[in-house]
T-cell receptor, first 115, second 110 residues
């Protein structure tokens, strides 16, 4: 399924670099999400956007800065990351939020490695 | 968030049915029960969800116990492509938040 596309698929960066992860959904959904999946840890929800407004931030450090310019695109801006931030970053979307009964559609993630 | 218990791993043979159990004894009356799976090197994939009644779709069936404290995901004929980690996730009524646990790693033998 190509409904949610993430780029790049792999990213290696130094701790002082600035980079951005991109997510695009072609499903006409109104809600978008960022998740983090570290090695041997469950997926963790980072941010939730609904109609381009951030509605949830799960105590994520400020070195991660999300942006949602429109309902189809979601970015995660990265700066001054730490080695423990190395993980798989997943984007997801759903038709709306707040109902508990709507499936989320995930992209295949960006594998981030911090040197 | 409702706590879930799933076996760490299960094995099946190709073309045989698979029953993946999940206990969610602290689930509330308005929590939906979602199942997702994650294949290697891919993002999670939605499988099915339900509230009280059993549910069927093209991928699987979901059997929910009458007291809703447990559910079973049924793959009617396992294929090699079904080898994945399967997550059972109750969602709080009115919330889209998915809290992933460790899931069950399903191995399908040819």
């Amino acid at each position: 399924e190509t409904g949610v596309t993430q780029t790049p698929r792999h990213l290696v960066m130094g701790m002082t670099n600035k980079k951005s992860l991109k997510c695009e959904q072609h499903l006409g959904h109104n809600a978008m999400y960022w998740y983090k999946q570290s090695a041997k840890k469950p997926l963790e929800l980072m941010f939730v956007y609904s109609l381009e407004e951030r509605v949830e931030n799960n105590s994520v450090p400020s070195r991660f800065s999300p942006e949602c310019p429109n309902s189809s695109h979601l970015f995660l801006h990265l700066h001054t990351l730490q080695p423990e931030d190395s993980a798989l970053y997943l984007c997801a979307s759903s038709q709306d939020r707040g109902y508990g009964n709507q499936p989320q559609h995930f992209g295949d993630g960006t594998r981030l490695s911090i040197l | 968030d409702a706590k879930t218990t799933q076996p760490n791993s299960m094995e099946s043979n190709e073309e045989e049915p698979v029953h993946l159990p999940c206990n969610h004894s602290t689930i509330s009356g308005t929590d939906y029960i979602h199942w997702y799976r994650q294949l290697p090197s891919q993002g999670p994939e939605y499988v099915i969800h339900g509230l009280t009644s059993n549910v069927n779709n093209r991928m699987a069936s979901l059997a929910i116990a009458e007291d809703r404290k447990s559910s079973t995901l049924i793959l009617h004929r396992a294929t090699l492509r079904d080898a994945a980690v399967y997550y059972c996730i109750p969602t709080q009524g009115g919330s889209e938040k998915l809290v992933f646990g460790k899931g069950t790693k399903l191995t399908v033998n040819p």
